[in-house]
């Protein structure tokens, strides 16, 4: 099996994460969202990652790829047996890669870490504040009600605790850290889930991506005469309801 997409893409992080719980054999091709030839474009029409490549069967979409190695393959459960919970898990997931992405990515990475490294401009400081200030405070008092105080969501390690937890190490990127007075169990949560193997295995390797990828991406493109844009570089925001990575 093989995943196409960058390390430090949350979406990514947590299908790889997924798949080393799941204890599943795979390659990494570390393409960057927008960025690819026309074989990439026809494995995901969207240009965006991840993307799966299992034998004939070629997918893209985090859920949807989650999903599949869910019901093709054994090992550890993502979701749990129970239909109530196994729902449950669903929703955490679906709010993870809607709500806390818009925030964690395009509030606080996409301004903080992005735009100076890619363009040499100043984060929107509106919209980060905005972030920090309302947006982030309202979803951490959400999750602080619904995480648990010890262990995990519904007992093993899953799909639902990896979707919460990989935002949180892109926000940490941007200089985030949870207030552990304030959200003592969503910090203790997101600590617990990221140091675990499946997930505190990556981290090596989305250091070598995040010290190299965008200068690479930048000079790739600048070699091939192609325009330097936001599109090329994989860094433009998209429409509601669509989301990146």
């Given at each position: 099996m ?5 390390f430090v ?15 599943l ?7 960057t969202?927008f960025f ?12 965006r990652?991840?993307?799966l490549?299992d034998g ?9 790829i989650?999903?599949y ?5 054994g ?10 919970q196994?729902?449950?898990?669903r929703?955490?997931e679906?709010?993870?890669?809607t709500?806390l ?6 509030g606080?990475f996409?301004?903080k ?11 929107d ?7 920090l ?15 648990p ?11 639902a ?10 926000g ?7 207030d552990?007075?304030?959200?003592p ?6 600590a617990?889930t ?5 997930v ?8 070598v ?5 965008i ?10 005469g192609?325009p330097?844009t936001?599109?090329?570089l ?12």
């Open positions: 093989k995943i196409i997409g960058s893409s949350p979406y990514v992080r947590k299908v790889l994460a997924c798949m080393n719980l799941k204890g054999s795979y390659e990494v091709d570390p393409i969202p690819g030839n026309d074989e990439f474009e026809r494995l995901s029409p969207l240009r990652i991840p993307v490549v004939e069967v070629s997918l893209s979409d985090s859920s949807v989650c999903a190695l869910d019901e093709v393959y090992g550890h459960p993502l979701l749990p047996s129970d239909p109530t196994r729902a449950r898990a929703w955490l679906e709010y993870a890669d709500r992405g818009d925030l964690f990515i395009w606080l996409y301004q870490v992005v735009r100076p490294a890619v363009w040499g401009e100043a984060p400081e509106e919209r980060t504040a905005r972030t200030n309302e947006g982030l405070p309202r979803e951490l008092n959400y999750l602080e009600n619904q995480l105080s010890q262990g995990f969501l519904f007992g093993e390690i899953g799909l605790d990896i979707s919460i937890a990989t935002f949180f190490r892109n940490a990127y941007a200089g985030f850290d949870v552990e007075g304030r959200w169990r969503t910090a203790a949560f997101v617990r990221l140091e675990h193997d499946c505190a295995s990556l981290l090596p390797f989305e250091d991506q995040r010290s190299s990828d200068r690479h991406r930048r000079q790739a493109l600048l070699d091939s192609a330097l936001r599109e090329t994989g860094t433009r925001e998209p429409k509601r309801g669509m989301m990146p990575l």
